[in-house]
């Protein structure tokens, strides 16, 4: 049976920015009235993400009732409870070996405030980016147990740390990894590994694959207090509210960039509520620093929160984020918050260096699949940011590798960023067994590597032809997905409040894309660096503000800023409130823009 043959919307076969307009769901024009379509317009949005018509109600309002699983059902997670929970009952020292990102910062700080909550007080280790890099090292661990720490439990890392954590358990130090990074079929020596990427995963734990860390050390306080209940600890001592902590879990998963379906859009959905709290001393003070004066919502911990506790790690002290969030001192927590953000100012600074000295390599790609880029000196703490930068730029995944400053030493570390339906992680674990690496891991939207100089041409030639196929035929996919058009008038607070009721939105839940039109530019400008900033008016007498974020040197920038008098446009993006407007008022961050003439 032939296919259906795929209808633009608008007739628009190839926007400003070549892509063709489509319907996520069904055609949902709707004019001035979208607001009053109400659980209509939610139940419209929900359909649309691939929700069951029978599985709606679950879906509203998620919750961890509905979509917490049994922790027993990923392996290792019993017998890491076990573990966590004797040392919990017999005093054991304890210290969590965490990562020096958002993910690893925030499931460090879960671990630490669980023990906390039971009566224990656990020690910490972060790795230094620049003198120690990713993961633990058979040094360090050795090194703790030395000064009397008899289990270790590593976040967000370790799945592939098979050495270090080898010289781990010849030392007699028992480790538990908890972790959510691609694992090899040979696991490292070690008392647990849970992690839902495991191959020999059971099929509710491989469900879950898209967890974060922060999200499986959450899973691991919840089966330590069922044991510790089932071992009585509680009798004489309250039990924790574990919901306390699910705004380090909201913060983690949305700043690793983890796809918020089923439990993860549960967790972030009831940590925003806990963060609105302002319970947690350090994250209050996180959240004053980034002068956000209301509740976060999600894009705040991706845009706002998240990258200040990067900072630390990248340019700064690697320490700091788990500091922030694990302290009971406010005037600590001021200057530490007060502190990310000054790190957070240089970090801009040298990511806008590295970038532009990244973008300028393009042109030697020669269209491979996998622009891979290399320079000597960039720093290794922003390679990351842009590759995602490059990303964006190019629709395609990047590789950023920082070269050592000393020529002698000839080697590199290196962070890619992938595009959905483009495993990046597991090409990199290929690439490392086929000698390509020195060592590198990941999972399906971003990867880390260590490489020497001398390999770099080889490894993207691999890359190419690893991922050739699947780079082209995600670019295919890659239409402009509109879940709804609204005439001028219909944008407005109303409508951004119905369209954010089926949030949070995120990475594989993604937030309402809009057109608006046919409307006119009565201004367009430059605000910032690179930012377009529209005033646009339409048929119907209304206007709104909308802004085009790092676009005032694309195709579509240059159009709308000199390209576009006179010429009637749908406009097409996420429509936002205007926090800084006297009073609500609805605007419109545009992804793209089409004719309508």
Known sequence: MASRPVTSVFGIDRSLSGRMWRWRGGNMDMGESAADLGDDLVTQLLLARGV?????????????????????????????????????????????????????ATSAALLIRLLRMLGHRADYYIPDRLLEGYGPSGEALVRLGQQGSSLIVTVDCGAMAHQA???AHAAGIDVIVVDHHKCAAELPQTVALVNPNRLDESDIGAAHGHLAAVGVAFLLAVATVRTLRQRNFFESRPEPSLFELLDLVALGTVADVAAIQGLNRAMVAQGLKIMARRDNIGMAALIDAARLNRAPVCSDLGFALGPRINAGGRVGESTLGVRLLTTEDAEEARAIAAQLSQLNEERRAIEASVQEAAEALLQTQHNRAVPVLAGRGWHPGVIGIVAGRIKEKTGKPALVIALDADEETGHGKGSGRSITGVDLGAAIIEARELGLLVAG???AMAAGLTIESGKIAAL?????????????????????????????????PSLVEALESAGPYGVGWPGPRIAVGPVRLIKADIVGKDHVRLIAAGRDGASFKAVAFRAAESELGQTLLHGAQGRQLWLAGRAKIDDWASRPQAELHVDDAAWAD
Not at 464 to 482: H, K, N, P
Request: proline letters at 5%; aromatic letters at 6%; glycine letters at 8%.
């Open 165 to 167: 954590l080898a010289d």
């Open 460 to 492: 993207a030639d691999f890359l190419d032809e690893r991922l050739g196929r699947a780079v082209t035929a995600a670019q295919a996919q890659q239409s402009m997905l509109l879940d709804l058009s609204v005439a001028p008038r219909g944008l407005n």
């Open 441 to 443: 891991g990941g999972h």
């Open 52 to 104: 069951p018509r029978e599985d709606l109600e679950r879906h509203r309002n998620p919750t961890l009732r509905e979509f917490l699983p049994d922790p027993s059902a990923f392996r290792d997670m019993d017998v890491a409870a076990e573990r966590l929970a004797q040392a919990v009952m017999t005093g054991e020292s304890i210290t969590i070996y965490g990562d020096y990102d958002v993910d690893g």
